[in-house]
């Protein structure tokens, strides 16, 4: 078992930044690619960022050049830079992490809200 819990998120201001975390525990040596959804309102959860194992990342159009993903290995966690938020930004981030052999989602985190003020 994969257990992911985010943090980080909050009110901000539009323009303002952000950064969440989501901290990894359990099966650690089962996780490969790692990143983050968001859920707006009515909305489906949509795909925000992927990192790989040695750092590759891949970023939703809407988001590129505004946001960052990364990951510590080391500390077993990733991380989401948000910059220049925009109120249409505001959702519940989710973390989660693929398997490393298949790439089959392992876990998904319980998700911490964001809300960017107009």
């Known amino acids: 078992q994969v257990q992911l819990v985010e943090s980080g998120g909050g009110l901000v201001e539009t323009g303002g930044p952000l950064r969440l975390s989501c901290a990894a525990s359990?099966?650690?040596?089962?996780?490969?690619?790692m990143g983050w959804y968001l859920q707006a309102p009515g909305n489906e959860r949509d795909l925000v960022a992927t990192?790989?194992?040695?750092?590759?990342?891949m970023y939703a159009d809407s988001v590129k050049g505004r946001l960052a993903i990364s990951r510590d290995n080391s500390k077993n966690a990733e991380y989401l830079q948000m910059s220049s938020l925009k109120p249409e930004d505001t959702a519940v981030y989710y973390c989660?992490?693929?398997?490393?052999?298949?790439?089959?989602?392992?876990?998904w985190g319980q998700g911490t809200q964001v809300t960017v003020s107009s």
């Open positions: 989660y992490a693929l398997g490393r052999v298949r790439s089959e989602l392992v876990s």
């Open positions: 359990g099966s650690i040596g089962r996780i490969g690619p």
């Open positions: 990192i790989t194992s040695d750092g590759n990342t």
